[in-house]
């Protein structure tokens, strides 16, 4: 079955950085665009960036862009989101997954933006 680990997240300060890493399994998955979402407390899940099969397109979203990176290793099966810049409004539960009809969601990893 479609398994997507999310780590990498924890406690940061402001103009921090992390980098997360989405471990997949259970689908072919250098055939699908692959994209880091983010849950707030009270707010709904974001798509906050995507990238292509391939790895050569990517898309962000505004509140992001120039301070968040995706990438991908097909041969690893992994997607990765590196986070620069931090700010206290990025703090949220992330998760990766495609970003058309959605797998199941895996558990995401909190990441904390605070002084």
């Known amino acids: 079955q479609v398994q997507l680990v999310e780590s990498g997240g924890g406690l940061v300060q402001p103009g921090g950085s992390l980098r997360l890493s989405c471990a997949a399994s259970g689908f072919t998955f250098s055939l699908y665009v692959m994209g880091w979402y983010r849950q707030a407390p009270g707010k709904e899940r974001e798509l906050v960036a995507h990238i292509s099969s391939t790895g050569r397109t990517t898309v962000y979203a505004n509140s992001v862009k120039g301070r968040f990176a995706i990438s991908r290793d097909n041969a690893k099966n992994t997607v990765y989101l590196q986070m620069n810049s931090l700010k206290p409004e990025d703090t949220a539960v992330y998760y990766c997954?495609?970003?058309?009809?959605?797998?199941?969601w895996g558990q995401g990893t909190q990441v904390t933006v605070s002084s």
């Open positions: 997954n495609i970003i058309t009809t959605p797998f199941p």
